[in-house]
C-alpha cells in the first residue's frame, strides 16, 4: 500500500525528536497515514488528543517542598522543547513565584517528557514594595458633606509636619490624623468659604528613609514595622486625607516639604500620590525644593522642614522670592521639626516689612529618644490658620489630642 520510500523517511522520522504532527507534516503526508506506517513498521504508538498548538496533553506531577524552597514539576508533551523559554511556558512556571533552576528531557514512547526543578524566588525589599504599589487599591469612601458659599472667601493653611508614621509607639497617628482633618475643616467650613487650601505634606512624615531603619543620614531610630509596610500605610492614609480634604474647598494645593528622617522617602511618597490623584482643582506643589513660596494677594506663605538655622530666614526670602516678597504685606514661614507651638516675630517700624516665622506643632507621640533628652512636655496638635486675601490672617483653628 506505502511504498517503500515513504516507509524509510518513516523510519528515519523517528530519530528527528519532533511530534508525530511534524513529522507527518514535513514528510508531506497526512497524520493518521503517518501514525499507520509507523504501525505497520513495529513502532508502538498511542492516540494523543492534541490542543491547538500540539503542545503539551498532560500534567503529570507537580511537588513544592514549601520549607526548603523547592519544587519539581513534570509534564508529558508532543515534541522535545529546546529553550528555558519553551520550558517554563510549557510548564506554566509563575515566574514571579519561581526560578527555572534545571530541566531535563526524556523520550518516552512517542512523546516528551519534561522534567524542572525549580526555587523559590527570594524577594528584595524593593520587590515587596512593588508589590504594595501594583496590588494598592484605595480605601476611601467620598465625603458627602457639600460645600457651602459663605459671606467671606479665604485661603487656608493646614501644616502636617512630623508625623512620623512608622514611629515606634505612635500606633494612634492616622486615627488622629483623621480626626484632626475633620474637626479643622470643619470649624473652617461653619464661618467661611474656603478657597484655597494649602496643604503641607513630608517633613518626617514617615519616621524613616532606609530599609535599615535608618533617618536620612543614617542615625537609627526606633521603628514599628518594616520600612515598605509603613510606605505603604503612609501613602493608603494620605490618600484618604487628600480626597477628603478636596471635599472641602474649591482649590487644594498639596505642598511637599522634605524633612531631615525621609528626605527620599517622602519625595517619592508625594510623587506616588501625584501620579494617583490628578485633578484639575488638585494643583501638586511636589517638586524637590527646601524652600517653598506661594502668594495669595498679600498673603505670602513660605514653608521649610525647619532642621536649619532660622535666623536669617527673613534675608533669605527676601533674596530668594524678591518679587513675591514686593507684591505681598503679609508674610509668614511656616516650619516644624521641634514637634511644638512657637511664633517668631519681626516687626520693624513699617509693619508692612514684617515677616512671622511659625513652628507648628505635630500629632506624633515623643519617643525615647525625646523622653531621654527631656524633651517632653509639647501638646500633640494640628492647627488650621485663615486668611483673609487683603486682610492676613483672620483666624486659627487647633485640633488637640486627647
Given amino acids: 500500500m506505502y511504498s517503500q520510500e515513504l516507509k524509510d523517511k518513516v523510519a528515519k522520522s523517528r530519530g528527528w525528536k519532533l511530534s508525530n504532527v511534524e513529522c507527518a507534516r514535513r514528510i508531506g503526508i497526512t ?146 490624623y483623621f480626626a484632626s482633618l475633620e474637626q479643622l475643616t470643619e470649624s473652617v467650613s461653619n464661618n467661611y468659604f474656603i478657597n484655597d487650601l494649602v496643604y503641607v505634606i513630608g517633613g518626617d512624615i514617615l519616621n524613616m528613609d532606609t530599609f535599615n531603619g535608618t533617618t536620612t543620614s543614617g542615625t537609627p531610630v526606633e521603628n514599628s514595622d518594616k520600612a515598605y509596610k509603613v510606605y505603604a500605610e503612609a501613602f493608603d492614609a494620605l490618600y484618604r486625607g487628600i480626597r477628603f480634604l478636596k471635599e472641602r474647598c ?3 494645593h498639596i505642598m511637599y516639604i522634605p524633612g531631615n528622617h525621609d528626605r527620599l522617602s517622602s519625595y517619592h511618597l508625594v510623587h506616588a500620590l501625584s501620579k494617583a490623584i490628578q485633578e484639575d482643582s488638585i494643583l501638586w506643589h511636589s517638586d524637590y525644593a527646601e524652600r517653598k513660596v506661594l502668594t495669595f494677594n498679600n498673603n505670602f506663605f513660605a514653608f521649610e522642614h525647619g532642621d536649619v538655622n532660622t ?72 492647627i488650621i490658620e485663615v486668611h483673609d486675601y487683603d486682610n492676613g490672617k483672620i483666624g486659627e483653628f487647633v485640633y488637640n489630642c486627647i
Fill in 31 to 176: 497524520l493518521d497515514e503517518y501514525l499507520k506506517i509507523k504501525k505497520s513498521l513495529g513502532f508502538v504508538t498511542k492516540k494523543l488528543i492534541y490542543n491547538k498548538d500540539h503542545n503539551a496533553e498532560k500534567l503529570n506531577s507537580e511537588s513544592y517542598d514549601l520549607e526548603k524552597g523547592t519544587g519539581t514539576i513534570e509534564k508529558l508533551v508532543s515534541y522535545n522543547p529546546r529553550t528555558p523559554e519553551e520550558i517554563i511556558q510549557i510548564l506554566g512556571i509563575d515566574t514571579n513565584e519561581w526560578k527555572l533552576s534545571q530541566y531535563w528531557n526524556k523520550e518516552k514512547n512517542d512523546k516528551w517528557l519534561v522534567s524542572a526543578l525549580v526555587t523559590k524566588v527570594v524577594k528584595t525589599k524593593e520587590d515587596h514594595l512593588k508589590d504594595i504599589l501594583d496590588n494598592f487599591k484605595p480605601n476611601y469612601q467620598p465625603v458627602t458633606i457639600r460645600k457651602q458659599k459663605r459671606h467671606k472667601y479665604v485661603s487656608c493653611v493646614l501644616s502636617m509636619q512630623d508625623m512620623h508614621i512608622g514611629k515606634d509607639g505612635n500606633d494612634d497617628i492616622i486615627e488622629q
Fill in 311 to 382: 535666623k536669617n530666614s527673613l534675608l533669605v526670602y527676601a533674596t530668594e522670592f524678591s518679587e513675591d516678597w514686593g507684591t505681598t504685606k503679609f508674610r509668614t514661614l511656616y516650619t516644624g521639626h521641634y514637634h511644638k507651638k512657637k511664633t517668631i516675630e519681626y516687626i520693624t517700624e513699617d509693619e508692612i516689612t514684617g515677616f512671622s516665622i511659625k513652628i507648628i506643632p505635630s500629632l506624633s507621640k515623643t519617643d525615647y529618644w525625646h523622653y531621654h533628652n527631656k524633651f517632653i512636655g509639647s501638646k500633640r496638635a494640628a
Fill in 250 to 252: 474649591e482649590t487644594l
